[in-house]
């Protein structure tokens, strides 16, 4: 039996891109190849000029999804929305995976019981075997026993949709993958471990990565308000150095504290000389506040001691190649990590509060808060290159679905692609009158995004790119995934994935019978359109 099945792969653009796709193909030698290879790239959008696109090696047939640089778990959700597969595998574009990986992501497939949502592929780390390893590389192989990472992982497609996919909340690599695995256990279903296994090099660094990785406590911030207090043992992840951090910060703290005290009891000089009751006061605060400067830079050279020796203990020994660069990295970061880790964690904290207004957070996804519709053959009737503002004709419906939109709270916009400004048949004014005369017969709108390039031009906001739905969004001061997009062609619902937006698609005779079979939703009517939202 042969598994539907497509493979995704969020990418940033990293070299390793094309060795992972080639061996993709060498591993389709001994099993079945899948119904699609989807490369999400999640590069950030260029200020301007044209998009660069990827190196995808030697793969022939792999279809590019761009998401804008929102992070893994917005490139996870374009990836396996974009498809049809039963299963959908996920991978990291920094491994590689074996000649027979294909067979047995089949077997594992096939083999899953029907409770069975999503299986975990094993994820090999190759280490240095004439020395021991580095920090960083201690860090990477901790990815061997990491319960439903997604560098090699497969989910039903039937799953991803019950639980509304990815929490695109997380904007880094960082529990986005323990989020979502809380959340299908939740819902009912079980996830396992296959036979199947992939490689993942080391990547190289510079001195500070384990510094800057100090940003995923607030990471960790929302999965608490996600999960509640014991989300850790909920999610498999160990316990954390944390608490060690805080009380290396709460030390240097006492430290500043007491010289402070210190210095300001010992630089007053009072016009007239102190009562023995002032003086006093004044020796206990000067003693006070050096013995607390004494305890407490005590207390912290300790543990920031200690901290060292721990990174330092497993790591290369002196005569060990890379044993002095390893020292220096771990001699600067490691005074640093427990300030950067403490300061991240609160950062998360107060912000999770202050924008979810308590400290639980609601679950994913967030409500409907705006609505986009696409221009010709969804709010009017589409005219080739319409440049006549008397030509403009709404179709049936059309403002009473807009007025109770806007009746309702909802925000309503309009994306559009115009390329016949690129082309040189209409003007930008003449299009300005017709988008004006659709603001007269329809009403207000809350934003108006446009693009006016044609396809050769390669910008990243004609649709099916993302770029006229996240500006809308950036305009509206809501998040992608609180809106919807409305249209009539394939572009539309291709943007609205890209971007992470809801979808329906309202066929017209101009509509291809494979973009219909494609879509997320179908409507036969602006009304019913906005009731499956």
């Known amino acids: ?43 950030p959008v260029p200020a301007s000029g044209p998009r660069q696109e990827l190196d995808l090696g030697p793969l022939d047939g792999v279809r590019v999804v761009r998401t804008g640089g929102r992070g893994p778990a917005a490139a996870r959700n374009a ?20 000649p027979g990986w294909a067979l047995a992501l089949a077997h594992d497939l096939v083999g899953a019981a029907a409770d069975v949502g ?31 990472a997604t560098a090699d992982l497969a989910y039903r497609r039937t799953t991803l949709e019950a639980v509304h996919g990815f929490d695109e909340r997380f904007p880094r690599a960082y529990r986005e993958d323990a989020d979502v695995a809380l959340r299908v256990r939740r819902a009912g ?54 608490p060690w951090h805080a009380a290396t910060v709460a030390a240097a703290a006492t430290a500043v504290t007491g010289l402070a005290m210190a210095a300001l009891s010992g ?88 924008i979810l207004g308590g400290r639980g957070a609601p679950a994913w996804p967030p409500p409907l808060r705006a609505v986009l519709f696409d221009r010709d053959g969804t709010l009017v009737h589409d005219v080739p290159y319409n440049g006549d503002p008397d030509a403009v004709v709404p179709v049936p419906g059309a403002r009473r679905v807009l007025d109770a939109l806007r009746a309702d709270g909802v925000l309503v916009g309009v994306v559009s692609n115009q390329s016949a400004i690129g082309r040189g048949i209409v003007t930008a004014a003449q299009v300005d009158a017709v988008d004006e005369r659709v603001r007269r017969l329809l009403g207000p709108f809350d934003t108006w995004q446009r693009c006016p390039h044609v396809p050769e ?51 017209t005779e101009v509509t291809r019978h494979e973009e219909v079979s494609a879509a997320p939703a179908v409507a036969t009517t602006l009304d019913e359109a906005v009731t499956l939202l």
Request: proline residues 9%; charged residues 20%; positive net charge.
């Open 79 to 98: 990836g396996w929305r974009s498809v049809r597969s039963a299963w959908v595998a996920f991978l990291d574009d920094d491994v590689v995976v074996p």
């Open 189 to 242: 279903w079980r996830l396992g471990r296959g036979s199947r296994f992939v490689q993942h090099p080391v990547r190289p660094a510079n001195d500070l990565a384990s510094l800057r990785s100090q940003a995923g406590n607030q990471d960790d911030a929302l999965l608490r308000a996600l999960h509640g207090p014991r989300w850790r043992d909920l999610a498999e992840t160990g316990r954390g150095r944390l």
């Open 118 to 148: 999503g299986v975990q592929g094993r994820i090999v780390v190759p280490l240095p075997g004439h020395r021991p390893p580095t920090d960083l590389e201690r860090g990477t192989a901790g990815l061997q026993d990491a319960a439903w």
């Open 267 to 354: 630089s007053r000089t009072p016009s007239v000389p102190p009562s023995g009751v002032s003086r006093h006061l004044m020796t206990f605060s000067n003693v006070t506040g050096a013995r607390l400067a004494a305890l407490g830079g005590a207390a912290w050279a300790a543990l920031t001691a200690d901290f060292l020796a721990r990174r330092l203990a497993p790591g290369p020994r002196p005569g060990d190649d890379g044993f002095g660069a390893e020292l220096r990295r771990m001699a600067v970061t490691s005074p640093l990590i427990p300030f950067a880790a403490v300061a991240h964690r609160a950062a998360g904290t107060w912000r999770w509060r202050r």
């Open 457 to 507: 031009d390669r910008c990243p906001c004609r649709k099916p790119e993302p770029g006229l739905v996240l500006q809308a969004a950036a305009e509206l001061g809501v998040l992608p995934a609180e809106c919807a997009v409305v249209g009539d062609i394939g572009a539309d619902m291709g943007a609205a994935i890209a971007s992470g937006a809801r979808c329906v698609l309202v066929p």
């Open 1 to 43: 039996m042969t598994p539907s099945y497509s493979v995704v792969v969020p990418t940033v653009g990293r070299p390793q891109l094309p060795a992972l796709l080639a061996s993709l193909r060498d591993s389709w030698a001994e099993g079945p190849r899948p119904d699609e290879v989807v490369v999400v790239d999640d590069r």
